[in-house]
């Protein structure tokens, strides 16, 4: 089992920056894969950032060069640095862990970017 406590959403100007951070417990050591989610109502949870065991990393093509993950192994934290912030932006982000072949989920946080 794993679990994963997101924090750091909030409400920021377009333009702005937040940063997420996504504690993991538990069976930590099992994770394959690390990352962001994030889902707006109505509509699919999409796929934001993901870093896998090795340290590769991949992002959705709407944040490429405006969103970093990275991981702090010692803390067993995962970081999504969002800048640039756009109002489509607006979601609720999960952070999630693969433990293959299951997938656990933090409980999410609110990011609301303002124009």
């Known amino acids: 089992q794993v679990q994963l406590v997101e924090s750091g959403g909030g409400l920021v100007q377009a333009g702005g920056s937040l940063r997420l951070s996504c504690v993991a417990s538990?069976?930590?050591?099992?994770?394959?894969?690390m990352g962001w989610y994030r889902q707006v109502p109505g509509k699919q949870r999409d796929l934001v950032a993901r870093?896998?065991?090795?340290?590769?990393?991949e992002y959705a093509d709407s944040v490429k060069g405006r969103f970093t993950i990275s991981r702090d192994n010692a803390k067993n934290t995962v970081y999504l640095q969002m800048n640039s912030l756009k109002p489509e932006d607006t979601a609720v982000y999960y952070c999630?862990?693969?433990?293959?072949?299951?997938?656990?989920w933090g409980q999410g946080t609110q990011v609301t970017v303002s124009s």
């Open positions: 999630y862990g693969l433990v293959t072949p299951n997938v656990y």
């Open positions: 538990g069976s930590i050591f099992t994770i394959n894969a």
């Open positions: 870093i896998i065991t090795g340290g590769t990393t």
